[in-house]
């Protein structure tokens, strides 16, 4: 996501490094980098130019804070700049105070809406609400059957026609769903609408009926991050012919560049709400710029870390953990190892994770290449191991690291390699639970 972004923008503060204060010349250069870093990943043309004006005036010396080198002054006005462009302060869904919220989705045929109403009516689920999902998106042949699976998946039901219910009129459709919303007891309804590949009056037309049939409290937008320029002239239009409160972003796993989607909101003054990298029900979460910011200047994104975490991991297992490595409730064995190397796992991939740890740009490569087999790997060989040696590892000697290797199907070196490593994290982790840091990760493996 962004990553040609980040390494250009890197690239852009690197000749920073070690001035003393910035001169003209130094704030020129920068500047020029910085719009060619923006203009490489596809953000519009005028965003750009707003961009790399602003970051200029500013640098030229009317913030000058003792805290912060000349480099780290001019991350902080980009970073801060780059949270202007995507929306500024996070925007929260609104919530209709009386009967069921109703959430219109717009967008081109293949934007990714009828995926991402199941992950949102997911998303909604999570924060206790009951959702229910309206087929309105009546033009495609399989449209219907596609929310109905995806609505499975998520656990929600779909409200989709039936015959004699109005079948081939999806304002009806809609219409009807608020009905059926209001007796079944639904606080959020989300209308799915048909895209055309193109932008055709037509559309907009037939949006804008379900728009005044069902009166939206949101009206999003979802586009794919992936096609380029087009984002933004799509959104522009759908704008002008529909209408919207937000716009929901997609495919952000697929692109390197996606600049045209940072450029969205800053061009129709439209917030982005939500974003989606993925094409599981769980790959959407809620849109803040900060935290995008934090992301493309590769300063990590510990937040969501954190959040997911909480998310994922189990309380109890994790503060037995953490007891153990600071010195109660017996020594952190290779048991506990593997059961943190699962939790950490229900997280996502390794490179997922570190990604959102700051610093991890320069590791991009190795990341990318990293071999996730290599955590069945390692639990192979604890796994092969006698409960006696997980809960002591001290006494796994020669013969028993051969007969280890063995039942893993592994060399002994890295049976080895591991048992090394595990008690070095041992180590690590226990001076950082002493010193109140980070409880409960494990030691990285590879
Ligand atoms: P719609 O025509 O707007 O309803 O689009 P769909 O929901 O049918 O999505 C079009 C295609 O994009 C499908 O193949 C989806 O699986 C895929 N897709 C949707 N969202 C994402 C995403 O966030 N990431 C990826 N990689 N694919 C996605």
């Not at 989606?276 to 200047?297: C, N, Q, W, Y």
């Amino acid at each position: 996501m962004f990553a040609t972004l980040s390494d250009r923008l890197a690239d852009a503060f690197k000749n920073l490094r070690g001035k003393g204060r910035l001169s003209e010349a130094d704030i020129d250069a920068t500047a020029r980098e910085i719009r060619i870093a923006l203009l490489e990943a596809d953000v519009a043309l005028p965003v750009v130019k707003d961009f790399v004006a602003a970051v200029k005036e500013r640098a030229r010396g009317e913030e000058v804070s003792g805290a912060l080198n000349p480099a780290q002054q001019i991350v902080k006005i980009v970073n801060e700049e780059l949270v202007n462009i995507l929306g500024g302060e996070t925007r929260r869904l609104r919530y209709a105070k009386s009967g069921p919220t109703v959430i219109m989705l717009a967008g081109l045929q293949g934007a990714g809406k009828t995926t991402l109403a199941a992950k949102l009516a997911h998303w909604l689920k999570e924060q206790g609400k009951t959702p229910m999902l309206v087929a309105a998106d009546l033009q495609r042949p399989n449209a219907v059957t596609q929310l109905q699976v995806n609505g499975e998946r998520a656990g929600v039901p779909v409200f989709a026609p039936q015959p004699g219910n109005g079948v081939g009129d999806p304002v009806e459709v809609a219409r009807q769903s608020i009905e059926e919303a209001k007796r079944k007891l639904h606080d959020v309804v989300i209308v799915d609408t048909a895209g055309r590949l193109g932008v055709d009056a037509e559309m907009m037309a037939r949006a804008a009926s379900i728009r005044d049939a069902v009166q939206p409290d949101e009206i999003l937008f979802v586009v794919d991050a992936m096609i380029g320029q087009d984002a933004v002239t799509t959104a522009q239009a759908f704008l002008d012919g529909v209408g919207y409160d937000g716009v929901v972003l997609t495919k952000l796993d697929g692109d390197a560049r996606g600049g045209a989607a940072l450029s969205i909101a800053s061009i129709t003054g439209k917030p982005v709400m939500f974003a989606s990298a993925g094409e599981k029900v769980t790959d959407f979460d809620v849109f803040h710029p900060d935290r995008m910011a934090s992301r493309i200047l590769d300063m990590g994104d510990v937040m969501t870390l954190i959040e997911q975490a909480e998310k994922a991991f189990d309380q109890e297992q994790a503060l037995k953990a953490a007891q153990k490595l600071s010195g109660q409730g017996g020594d952190f064995t290779l048991d506990d190892f593997l059961e943190q190397m699962q939790q950490v796992r229900k997280l996502g991939s390794m490179q997922k994770i570190m990604g959102m740890l700051p610093g991890m740009g320069q590791f991009r490569e190795q990341l990318e290449n990293f071999d996730e087999r290599e955590i069945d790997r390692i639990q192979a060989i604890i796994r092969s191991m006698t409960p006696a040696e997980r809960d002591n590892p001290k006494m796994i000697d020669g013969s028993r690291r051969a007969r280890i290797a063995k039942g893993s199907g592994r060399q002994v070196s890295d049976v080895n390699n591991l048992v090394d490593r595990f008690f070095e994290a041992r180590k690590m982790m226990m001076s950082f639970a002493k010193g109140g840091g980070l409880p409960g990760m494990p030691g990285m493996p590879g």
